[in-house]
């Protein structure tokens, strides 16, 4: 149990084009998912906590106009990377919260999306 | 504000030996504790948590992890190393809102 995907698992895409970035979680519900940016060799740095049915709140320094995140639903979050630029090639990898029944809050463990390694030309 | 550290960029050891990956951590109110693994090119893999109760927390492939208050510590143990143990390890500490803070990873090296 307790599985999340991402879809693309890689995307290549030239200089001032738009990507959007899918993360499911398969098996469970996840009112909270987590996006995350990890450059080589480096750790997870958050960028954005994606709210099902509201705003998503962004990490300092992290422009919410270039970086959209919709979570549609219990199950989907998306990240869409406006007028990508090659500075914004990196390894994106989500989360999402499974949360026990009975145990709100102090039991929540993140699970993590397989990641998706975006590079701009 | 939170913060996790792993003093150790990189630990070698040899298959079969005990392995230990450290980590510390500062926190204000009880700490929320977990241990994540990540292989080439992948997402993290949930090891194990500390929440509340025994100090020895046991998880998936093998791994503990003991949680020391006194020390702020919740290092991670494995008696017999593989050298399938081999990947990226990563401490990481619960804040306010379920944010994860994670420290800055450390490489593991199971050689046969």
């Known amino acids: 149990g307790a599985v999340v995907s991402q879809h693309p698992s890689w995307v290549i895409c030239k200089s001032g084009t738009s990507v959007k970035i899918e993360c499911r979680s398969l098996?469970?519900?996840?009112?909270?998912m987590f996006w995350y940016r990890q450059f080589p060799k480096q750790s997870l740095m958050l960028m954005a906590t994606s709210n099902e049915g509201s705003k998503a709140t962004y990490e300092q320094g992290v422009e919410k106009d270039k970086f959209l995140i919709n979570h549609a639903s219990l199950t989907l979050s998306t990240l869409t990377v406006t007028s990508a630029h090659p500075e914004d090639s990196s390894f994106y990898i989500c989360s999402a919260a499974n949360r026990p029944a009975g145990l709100a809050g102090i039991s929540d463990t993140q699970y993590f999306g397989p990641g998706t390694r975006l590079t701009v030309l | 504000a939170q913060s996790v550290a792993q003093p150790e960029d990189q630990v070698n050891v040899a298959e079969g030996n005990p392995l230990t990956v450290k980590c510390t951590y500062s926190v204000s109110g009880n700490p929320y504790l977990f241990w994540y693994v990540q292989y080439p090119n992948r997402g993290l893999q949930f090891l194990l948590k500390?929440?509340?109760?025994?100090?020895l927390v046991k998880g998936s492939y093998g791994f503990e992890a003991e949680f020391n208050k006194s020390q702020t510590s919740f290092h991670l143990k494995k008696p017999s190393a593989l050298v399938s143990d081999s990947a990226l390890y990563f401490c990481a500490v619960r804040a306010a809102g379920n944010k994860l803070t994670f420290g800055g990873g450390t490489r593991v090296l199971v050689k046969p």
């Open positions: 500390y929440i509340t109760g025994d100090n």
């Open positions: 098996d469970f519900q996840a009112t909270t």
